[in-house]
């Protein structure tokens, strides 16, 4: 399925990122998207933020959210997603939900905090129409970092040294694609653990050989 990485602390429950599939995978896992307090938003390509308009209407339509829900992500996200929401649903995006629905930018090279969130943005190399960054997020003492789609720079390298779990796009195998992170990269990244994640079809079929964990939907991990 697409990116959807859920994490749940002590305090709350959020995802980074929500691609058109994640309601469905949510729901796949027995997992109430009623629990979730905050979706953290990488870049607007819909592989990573498509999933949110079927959130929102869920929430309304089905499972009748009550608690709030902040969305955080680049600049144009509400924008972004509210012409989402009515090309996918026309007639829907005057729709006032019953619940508090938050907006919050994730602006790069600043650290914005709500909840017992500590999130930081920098920007990534990936197409710029969509806004993109890579997210690093701390709460009770462990931060996670997400390189979500982009090249490799020196200053994601810094971004993400040393964390307790780094979950690094590896796109392809043996053919560098530009404006991703590719296998040839991940060696140039330095954290406690390393998942890879968002594997083309070549990267897929060599997963078990990898000495490296490479994500399937449903990975859990405990840091
Ligand atoms: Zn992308
Ligand atoms: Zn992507």
Redesign the pocket.
């Known amino acids: 399925m697409q990116?959807c990485i859920l994490v749940s602390t002590a305090a709350m429950r959020f995802t980074i990122d929500f691609g058109a599939t994640s309601l469905v995978g949510l729901r796949q896992r027995n997992i109430d998207p009623n629990s979730i307090d905050a979706v953290l938003l990488t870049h607007l390509?819909g592989?990573?933020c498509a999933g949110i308009p079927f959130l929102l209407l869920d929430a309304v339509l089905g499972s009748r959210r009550e608690r709030p829900l902040t969305i955080a992500g680049p600049r144009s996200t509400q924008r972004h997603l509210n012409d989402l929401q009515e090309s996918l649903f026309p007639g829907s995006s005057g729709m006032k939900p019953a619940f508090a629905l938050n907006f919050r930018e994730l602006v790069h090279d600043a650290c914005t905090t709500f909840d017992s969130l500590e999130v930081r943005a920098i920007a990534a190399r990936h197409t710029p129409q969509a806004e993109p960054s890579a997210l690093k997020v701390t709460s009770a003492g462990k931060t996670i970092a997400y390189t979500g789609?982009g090249e490799y720079t020196d200053a994601l390298s810094e971004f993400v040294h040393g964390v307790d779990l780094l979950i690094a796009e590896s796109y392809s195998y043996d053919k560098p694609i530009p404006g991703h992170l590719n296998y040839e990269d991940i060696d140039r990244l330095q954290a406690k653990r390393i998942v890879l994640t968002?594997m083309n079809a070549g990267m897929l079929a060599r997963a078990d050989t990898l000495a490296q964990v490479c994500a399937y939907d449903g990975l859990e991990i405990e840091i």
């Open positions: 990116t390509h592989d990573h789609d968002h």
